[in-house]
């Protein structure tokens, strides 16, 4: 497989070149973001802005802390599976060039199960886009998009983490050049904005003492 | 006076039904639909407005939909418009077409669209019809998307525009005009204290017995909502009555004594700013140490939040809400109640803008639990608590009433649930709005305030 020169070249040079270009529009996007006004209350505050933000933050790890994935337990139990096979896949992407890792390693085995799983979870959050008229009425192009490309992405992952075939290689290589260059401009990079909506409800409602209360009723 | 008595004394009367129209006519009336020529200002306006806070949550979105089951319109229609996530994406379509890179070249494939007279219509009817700003969505949304910041600016772009719902118009006009949005006059306020205090004189058997008017140097300076000397006195006499039993210094100014301000419900941050600019004066000419809050929901969090955000600067004194001094004089021992004068079931309604955007969640708790035999808990509580359908100015939206009422639903199922005789809240829009719902739900419960119930359970030494 590593003796393909050209494989070699789309899985080094243009991963590189597509991870920088990646890494730019997301600085870009962030220095946009920073040179927006900030916010924060002037009041005397009766809770603990720094606290509200940790909880805040650690609330993607907290799935009973709010109402909406405590009854949903599923949608929840979902989403971390999705987004563990994401980061496993994307791991795949830089431990098969460094050779770290091979297709038939007991741990591409196990990225490949993660794969699997996320590909079944991709499909049914695309089924549920369309089917609910409650999610199909908020949903845009992009939105159908992400999620199809990374089932793609997922299929991908798992011909060529199964199979180890050149072709597989390539395409699963390809698409991920693809996925690096596009997702900055998609909802996928939601991950960029996500930590800074938490850190901004975090400061606000741990400084009003709605989140991360007080012990003392009032202070 | 007997009127207000009688008024006062039948609290599921909604004063929806019995306020009359206000003393102050507006000049000039909102206009009844938007005009091409508005959309570039409204976009001005939301190049102004855009600050981080408004930026992450209009970017964060997944459009996941976890918030969906979290807005009483649509839990109790489940219409899907009604979904918070379609209707901050209204502004946010805007954004997209606006800001967003990709949004720019090709604004369907994110959901981008130009700002028109269509989707502003649409804007109007969703965001002042169909949301009461009570964030309820945010406190269930995995990205910590603030959509009361984009209701907020949205709001703002049409109010500007003076495309806003009349009722509303007229309560901040009446306002701006008079120093309190019913128009009350300084001689019909000293009047109506004057009859609290003989009221009070005879009920505590004290002559002596005052409500002390402009006194410099009090340490707290009660602010009420003019729902109060006009349609509620007893709520006047109620707090009276407490503060007196703990032996507490407070004054009332009979200029800037209104605790709300509705410009809150518009996101007219300059005429927010000029009332709050008022509050924080007259408090300060008398030397107050603390701003008590009336029970007033948006009053509380306008004037303990966001007042010094509007102001830029922390005032010269400290801001408490009525709630907050009740359970404080309980946990101290200042003063003694006896929870068998409230023998009968008491749930509790958390108003959104003193719970959600206010802090206040567990002193109601407190004070209940010391005043009222038996306190049960609706179904979902604290900042989990659905709005009644009476938050975000709803209640001066005549046109959008019909909703109103029936997105209240989910909040009627759960009041019936618990089998509580008394519906117990710490605002006069929640208190009208659960009177209506009261009647419309036929649920046979009373509305009362915190400091009514914590009146009757006085016991005076």
């Given at each position: 497989m590593m003796e393909d020169g050209g494989l070699r070249?789309?899985m ?84 098969i060039p460094?050779g770290?890792m091979e297709p038939g ?55 060529a983490l199964?199979t180890g075939e050149r072709t597989a290689m390539w395409?699963f290589f ?46 | ?461």
């Open positions: 070249f789309l080094e040079e243009v991963q590189y070149m597509a991870l920088s270009f990646m890494g730019l529009v997301y600085l870009a996007k962030v220095i946009w973001f920073l040179k927006k006004p900030t916010v924060r209350d002037k009041a005397h505050l009766k809770g603990d802005p720094a606290k509200g933000a940790v909880v805040s933050l650690a609330n993607i790890f907290m799935p009973w802390a709010m109402e909406s994935t405590r009854t949903h337990w599923y949608f929840y139990l979902e989403f971390a599976l999705f987004h563990l096979a994401v980061a496993l896949t994307i791991l795949t992407t830089f431990l460094f770290v390693d007991p741990f591409s085995k196990v990225v490949v199960v993660a794969m699997a799983v996320g590909f079944v979870v991709g499909v049914r959050r695309l089924l549920r886009r369309i089917t609910k008229p409650e999610i199909r009425l908020i949903s845009s192009p992009d939105d159908y998009f992400s999620l199809a490309l990374l089932d793609i992405f997922f299929l991908s992952g798992i011909w199964g395409v390809i698409l991920t050049t693809f996925f690096l260059v596009y997702v900055p401009f998609s909802k996928i990079s939601h991950y960029i904005t996500y930590p800074f909506a938490r850190w901004y409800y975090g400061v606000n409602f741990g400084g009003r003492g709605v989140i991360a209360r007080p012990s003392r009723a009032f202070r | 006076m007997q009127d207000k008595m009688a008024v006062a004394k039948d609290m599921e009367i909604s004063q929806a039904s019995i306020a009359p129209k206000p003393e102050v006519a507006p000049k000039e009336g909102p206009k009844p639909a938007f005009e091409p020529q508005d959309i570039p200002k409204m976009l001005e306006i939301l190049d102004q407005r855009m600050n981080r806070l408004l930026a992450s949550s209009l970017a964060a979105c997944v459009h996941c939909g976890l918030c969906t089951e979290a807005c009483h319109y649509y839990a109790s229609t489940k219409n899907p418009e009604f979904a918070p996530a379609y209707k901050a994406d209204l502004l946010r379509k805007v954004y997209k077409k606006r800001y967003d890179w990709l949004g720019r070249i090709f604004p369907r494939w994110v959901g981008g669209r130009d700002l028109d007279v269509e989707l502003a219509e649409k804007m109007y009817d969703l965001i002042f019809g169909a949301c009461t700003v009570c964030r309820r969505c945010s406190f269930n949304c995995p990205m910590g998307v603030d959509y009361a910041s984009i209701m907020s600016t949205a709001r703002y772009m049409m109010a500007a525009m003076n495309r806003l719902p009349e009722g509303l118009k007229a309560t901040i006009d009446v306002h701006l005009q008079t120093g309190n949005n019913m128009g009350i006059t300084e001689e019909e306020l000293i009047e109506t204290i004057q009859w609290i205090e003989e009221e009070l004189q005879a009920e505590l058997e004290d002559p002596t017995f005052r409500i002390p008017l402009n006194e410099k140097g009090a340490k707290y300076f009660l602010t009420m909502n003019p729902r109060e000397p006009k349609y509620y006195p007893l709520t006047i006499q109620a707090e009276a009555k407490i503060l007196h039993a703990a032996k507490e210094s407070y004054t009332i100014s009979t200029k800037f004594w209104d605790a709300t301000n509705y410009c809150l419900f518009t996101g007219d941050v300059a005429n927010a700013r000029k009332i709050a600019q008022w509050q924080a004066e007259d408090v300060e000419r008398l030397g107050c140490e603390y701003l008590l809050a009336a029970e007033c929901g948006h009053g509380y969090r306008s004037i303990r939040w966001e007042a010094a955000n509007w102001l830029g600067r922390q005032p010269k004194f400290k801001v408490i809400g009525f709630q907050e001094l009740l359970a404080q004089y309980i946990q101290e021992g200042r003063i003694k109640l006896d929870p068998s004068k409230n023998p009968h079931r008491v749930t509790y309604h958390d108003p959104c803008n003193a719970a959600k955007s206010g802090g206040i969640l567990e002193e109601p708790r407190i004070v209940l639990r010391a005043a009222v035999e038996d306190f049960v808990e609706l179904r979902h509580n604290r900042q989990y608590s659905y709005c009644c359908g009476g938050g975000g100015g709803a209640l001066t939206m005549t046109e959008f009433a019909k909703r109103r009422l029936e997105a209240a639903k989910v909040k009627a199922e759960e009041i019936a649930e618990t089998g509580a005789k008394i519906v117990a809240t710490s605002c006069h829009n929640c208190v009208d709005q659960l009177a209506e719902i009261n009647r419309h739900y036929k649920l046979g419960v009373e509305v009362k305030l915190l400091c009514e119930l914590v009146a009757d359970a006085l016991v005076m030494e």
